[in-house]
């Protein structure tokens, strides 16, 4: 299994970024896909989970009112849309292979991809 | 929300020790629905414990998880160079997932 995330993203303040998470390897239906991000020296914030499973969609608190999960079951990509970014959104956006049914323990991850927010 | 607190922030500790990181929930975790995770710099987390006790494949033996309800633990028995890390603990299994602000063990 293998996740391949799209490439640093660089954007203003008040921006919206979309970053990409390509699954080769596992069928994809069969897996959810989870969102974490980590701002520098910081830890693990989870951002959300998503499956095609009755098309569930649970957000975390935090970004619940600025993020929105999707998935392409034709490309088996994933998508992360973050809106209205802030300075304090800068961080490494991980995407990892979840449960379907319901989120579970993350055993595959992409590299990651960094998004900067900065004027 | 549960909130998981991880301890010591900081482990120092030489190679051959043994590791004894705590993660601590503010609710029971049901099903024992808790994971642990070792990250090194600039790489992504790597999954060694699910469900609390059960080792993701490939992880060696040297790594364990203990615990249930609230209190939780990961051993390392004897440390390796490579087990110089930080670890995080991640409760899963509903929509209000979380993790530990994460403990670093560092080489003394």
């Known amino acids: 299994a293998q996740l391949v995330q799209s490439g640093t993203e660089v954007k203003k303040p008040g921006a919206s970024v979309k970053v990409s998470c390509k699954a080769s390897?596992?069928?994809?239906?069969?897996?959810?896909i989870t969102w974490v991000r980590q701002a520098p020296g910081q830890g693990l914030e989870w951002m959300g989970w998503i499956s095609d499973y009755k098309g569930n969609t649970y957000y975390g608190q935090k970004v619940q009112d600025r993020v929105t999960l999707t998935i392409d079951t034709s490309t088996t990509t994933a998508y992360m849309e973050l809106r209205s970014l802030r300075s304090d959104d800068t961080a490494v956006y991980y995407c990892a292979r979840d449960g379907l049914v319901v989120p579970a323990a993350l055993d595959n991850w992409g590299q990651g991809t960094l998004v900067t927010v900065s004027s | 929300e549960i909130v998981l607190t991880q301890s010591p922030g900081t482990l120092s500790l030489s190679p051959g020790e043994r590791a004894a990181l705590s993660c601590r929930a503010s609710?029971?975790?049901?099903?024992?629905?808790l994971a642990w995770y070792q990250q090194k710099p600039g790489q992504a987390p790597r999954l060694l414990i699910v469900?609390?006790?059960n080792r993701a494949r490939g992880i060696p033996d040297r790594f364990s998880g203990s615990g249930s309800g609230t209190d939780f633990t990961l051993t390392i028995s004897r440390l390796e160079p490579e087990d110089f890390a930080v670890y995080y603990c991640h409760k899963y299994g509903n929509s209000r997932v979380t993790f530990g602000q994460g403990t670093k063990v560092e080489i003394k």
């Open positions: 609710q029971r975790i049901a099903s024992s629905y």
């Open positions: 390897g596992y069928s994809f239906s069969n897996y959810g």
């Open positions: 469900g609390a006790s």
